[in-house]
């Protein structure tokens, strides 16, 4: 005997379906006109996110530091005075041989020649640099840190749109199943299929809610709000391309810019000026000298009449020339050029780094891309599948699985797609930090993709 099936869904209620995961999709979040873009809420988290915020105090420190050397290249000028109270014990008690003694003196000092003074300016000067490159690490992680927290809680919310649909359509097929077995056109098994793949969205619902709620509060956390509300992608969307297709102006870019290469190049230029100045023990140094003391007797003293004062002033010159210093000049060189060796080797060890992750993101992002393409060419594919799916279930040559698994593939899909979309993006940001180029400029052009 020949087994009739019901027709799964009538149009009308596969449009409120389609309409459903709209809808869904696009109450996952409040609405457009409520929700923040990616970068309001980078200047959100820019202003309040306590690693930038120290990144920032240390770069404010670094650049005080480094006007700090000055001191080594400009004159010292010192000031000071005294009071003395002198007693004598002298023979004749009929006279006073007690007095006082004021006294006031002003001293300066400019070095002419010390090479070391010089070499210590010149390293407080690479201090600008170290502080700018650990700016820019900091903003760049910043860039990323807030980008990943806002596509996670898209992709998030994505997946708990996706899984809700998938399980209002199970509950679909499910009542289906249930109204052919009570008229006799379709077996208990039907049922029994259609039941467990419920329960199993049931369990998806609830894992993908528990991740959409702690992926909120991740980027709650970062951009100081409560509640933040990212603004989703406009669908459909054209992705931006890589600007250089050639991986080596990237990997160029990348040993120039990159914020660790930076850092490791002044390392190795303040441990080579280090040498110098080691070396500079050898050599003699020359200072320019001038006091000025004024001593006042108000009193007198036993050779001195009362209000008695006298001022003195001096200029000179102050040679030093280094003779021995029990092998300490030589050992500290020694010390220094393999300081220098290792800044070397540190230098190369970061450019290595940095010219692997470059390489690694940009065949990330190609490769990202190229998922892009794949899925979308497979959710219109699972489409086509789930359709003549429904349509052999009705005729009776598909049967109750069928449907359910086109209906889970299509779904998954969808999920996928998302997601590759949302890393790609990502990606391009994660390429440009990688080089070193990444700036908060470069979220512009991932806002213009959001819904408006």
Same mark, same amino acid.
């Given at each position: 005997m020949t087994m009739h099936r019901f027709p799964l869904a009538s149009p009308a209620l596969a449009l409120a379906m389609s309409l459903g995961m709209s809808l869904g999709?696009?109450? $996952? !979040?409040?609405? $457009?006109?409520?929700? #923040?873009?990616?970068?309001?809420? !980078?200047?959100?988290?820019? *202003?309040? =996110?306590?690693?930038? #915020?120290?990144a920032k105090a240390q770069y404010d420190a670094n650049l005080a530091k480094a006007d700090q050397a000055k001191a080594y290249i400009l004159p010292t000028v010192g000031a000071s005075a005294g009071l003395t109270r002198t007693m004598v014990d002298g023979s004749n008690p009929s006279v006073d041989s007690n007095y006082t003694t004021q006294t006031a003196t002003i001293s300066g000092s400019q070095p002419l020649y010390r090479p070391a003074n010089r070499i210590n300016y010149q390293q407080g000067l690479k201090l600008v640099d170290v502080a700018e490159a650990q700016l820019a690490a900091a903003e760049q992680d910043l860039v990323v840190r807030v980008a990943q927290a806002y596509f996670d809680v898209l992709g998030a919310g994505d997946t708990l749109a996706f899984v809700r649909a998938q399980k209002t359509a199970v509950a679909e097929q499910l009542a289906s199943a249930k109204r052919n077995f009570e008229v006799g056109t379709a077996t208990i098994t039907d049922t029994r299929e259609a039941q467990a793949q419920f329960d199993l969205v049931r369990a998806q619902e609830i894992a993908a809610d528990n991740d959409l709620l702690v992926k909120k509060l991740a980027l709650d956390t970062l951009v100081s709000r409560v509640? *933040?509300?990212?603004?989703?992608? *406009? +669908?459909p969307v054209v992705l931006p391309t890589v600007q250089a297709a050639d991986i080596s102006t990237w990997v160029q870019q990348a040993e120039s810019l990159q914020p660790n290469v930076v850092q490791a190049k002044v390392a190795l230029d303040v441990a080579r000026l280090e040498t110098q100045k080691a070396k500079a023990g050898n050599l003699p140094t020359l200072d320019l000298t001038a006091g000025y003391n004024v001593n006042r007797y108000p009193n007198g003293t036993t050779s001195l009449p009362n209000n008695s004062r006298n001022n003195g002033g001096s200029i000179g010159l102050s040679l030093n020339i280094p003779l021995f210093a029990g092998f300490s000049i030589q050992n500290r060189i020694r010390?220094? +050029?393999?300081l220098e =060796?290792? $800044?070397q080797a540190d230098l190369d060890a970061a450019r290595r780094a940095v010219t692997q992750a470059t390489r690694a993101a940009f065949y990330g992002v190609l490769s990202g891309a190229g998922q892009v393409n $794949?899925?979308?060419? /497979?959710? /219109?594919?699972? #489409?086509? *599948?789930?359709d003549a799916n429904k349509l052999g279930y009705q005729v009776g040559v598909r049967i109750n699985i069928d449907v359910l698994n086109s209906q889970s593939q299509l779904f998954q899909t969808k999920r996928d797609l998302a997601q590759a979309r949302y890393n790609v993006l990502l990606g391009g940001l994660k390429l440009r930090q990688a080089s070193g180029s990444l700036k908060p400029e470069d979220l512009l052009a991932v806002n213009a993709l959001l819904v408006r």
């Amino acid at each position: 005997m020949t087994m009739h099936r019901f027709p799964l869904a009538s149009p009308a209620l596969a449009l409120a379906m389609s309409l459903g995961m709209s809808l869904g999709l696009s109450l $996952a !979040f409040t609405g $457009a006109a409520q929700a #923040q873009s990616l970068v309001e809420l !980078f200047d959100a988290a820019r *202003a309040t =996110d306590s690693t930038y #915020q120290s990144a920032k105090a240390q770069y404010d420190a670094n650049l005080a530091k480094a006007d700090q050397a000055k001191a080594y290249i400009l004159p010292t000028v010192g000031a000071s005075a005294g009071l003395t109270r002198t007693m004598v014990d002298g023979s004749n008690p009929s006279v006073d041989s007690n007095y006082t003694t004021q006294t006031a003196t002003i001293s300066g000092s400019q070095p002419l020649y010390r090479p070391a003074n010089r070499i210590n300016y010149q390293q407080g000067l690479k201090l600008v640099d170290v502080a700018e490159a650990q700016l820019a690490a900091a903003e760049q992680d910043l860039v990323v840190r807030v980008a990943q927290a806002y596509f996670d809680v898209l992709g998030a919310g994505d997946t708990l749109a996706f899984v809700r649909a998938q399980k209002t359509a199970v509950a679909e097929q499910l009542a289906s199943a249930k109204r052919n077995f009570e008229v006799g056109t379709a077996t208990i098994t039907d049922t029994r299929e259609a039941q467990a793949q419920f329960d199993l969205v049931r369990a998806q619902e609830i894992a993908a809610d528990n991740d959409l709620l702690v992926k909120k509060l991740a980027l709650d956390t970062l951009v100081s709000r409560v509640n *933040a509300q990212p603004t989703p992608l *406009a +669908l459909p969307v054209v992705l931006p391309t890589v600007q250089a297709a050639d991986i080596s102006t990237w990997v160029q870019q990348a040993e120039s810019l990159q914020p660790n290469v930076v850092q490791a190049k002044v390392a190795l230029d303040v441990a080579r000026l280090e040498t110098q100045k080691a070396k500079a023990g050898n050599l003699p140094t020359l200072d320019l000298t001038a006091g000025y003391n004024v001593n006042r007797y108000p009193n007198g003293t036993t050779s001195l009449p009362n209000n008695s004062r006298n001022n003195g002033g001096s200029i000179g010159l102050s040679l030093n020339i280094p003779l021995f210093a029990g092998f300490s000049i030589q050992n500290r060189i020694r010390e220094t +050029l393999s300081l220098e =060796d290792k $800044a070397q080797a540190d230098l190369d060890a970061a450019r290595r780094a940095v010219t692997q992750a470059t390489r690694a993101a940009f065949y990330g992002v190609l490769s990202g891309a190229g998922q892009v393409n $794949a899925l979308e060419a /497979a959710e /219109a594919s699972s #489409q086509i *599948a789930l359709d003549a799916n429904k349509l052999g279930y009705q005729v009776g040559v598909r049967i109750n699985i069928d449907v359910l698994n086109s209906q889970s593939q299509l779904f998954q899909t969808k999920r996928d797609l998302a997601q590759a979309r949302y890393n790609v993006l990502l990606g391009g940001l994660k390429l440009r930090q990688a080089s070193g180029s990444l700036k908060p400029e470069d979220l512009l052009a991932v806002n213009a993709l959001l819904v408006r």
